[in-house]
């Protein structure tokens, strides 16, 4: 391991303005950019790959408790549809833009084709902050969001499911207004749903299970097991708790975990069935913690594998020469900068990135879909057994990748995503 130390105190450090975090469609686009090169594909699917197909804006205008009405501004983009219906969540948060549901649409796009899933990409979300609604003005706005996109969303058109600033029941809303429309009852449309009413058992839990079983496959291949190696995870939410507590049971030492309130860290290991998660307990990580540290001095720490699983742009430039990790497994959505993940290769630091790592989430949605169409639940005991066999394959098919030729576990998993949308595309080909 290497040893260089460099403390900082911020949770959330900022990029330095010498490193501006580009924005997720600049991400994409040149993520796209770089696999094709590795691949002999035609240049114009890669030029129709750069853009959506389509980007639906609407208004969506709500009473307020008080009375007022107020409008906000909602987004759909689908970017390729090429090996089956669109798939991405749908997102509450102020800073929503048209851009941004553009780009990580793009990722969606690459996450369904690295698992072998027969959807393409989609985002969607509304410029709103949620904590500023009332549980009544969520589902107000909820519904009529429903019925704005009503001709563009769909069980074989596009299925949303849940993101950041909303849950399970901001889809059973969706669901609802969807399906009175319709005239019949279309739990298809969405996934993410609570399971009374056509959810998936496992499906909150399998990000944070993929990320675990694509940890213990990485350790497997640099000879490495799980009863001799120490982990820190960063964020202990439904990711990052879910996956300590796997790692846990499977042999792993934890040894330090956090939440936006610091860090616990235990170089002996941390017992993670007994710490609740952030969703759980706000403050129970700091609370629990007899040693408590900053976020910041976790990311540093001197252990075999480091998951950043809260938010991104948290390994910058400033702090990559500082990793001390031997591994690091991308448990949330671009959590490492593209400067720092340059530093990173540079260093021979292994990333295992995070369209194959966090899969989980949009897999078991898959399984959620097909239990939905054939009015047939799966057990939880089937549903992680399923998640197990895909996620292995997806694994053995970026290993294969990456074994063959000189590049890194990102390039690998992109250039298995890009190649199987190109021979899509080639298939059904280009008309008029």
Known sequence: MTSTSNERTDSEREAPESEKPESALETARRQLHHASNHLNIDSSIVERLKYPKQVHEVTVPIKRDDGSVEVFTGYRAQHDSVKGPYKGGLRYHPEVTRDECVGLGMWMTWKCAVMGLPFGGAKGGIAVNPKDLSTAEKERLTRRFAQEMRDVIGPTQDIPAPDMGTDPQTMAWLMDAYSMQEGETTPGVVTGKPPVIGGSEGREEAPGRSVAIITRAACEHYERPLSETTVALQGYGSVGANAARLLDDWGATVVAISDVNGAMYDAAGIDTRTVPSHDEEPEAVTQYATDVISNDELLELDVDVLIPAALGNVITETNANSIQADIIIEGANGPITSAADTILSEREIPVIPDILANAGGVTVSYFEWLQDINRR?????????????????????????????????RDAAYIVALSRIAKAHSARGLWP
């Open 377 to 409: 639940s799966w057990s939880l005991q089937r549903v992680n057994d399923e998640l197990e066999t895909e996620m292995v394959a997806a694994w053995e098919a970026v290993r294969s990748e990456f074994e063959n030729q000189d590049i890194s576990w």
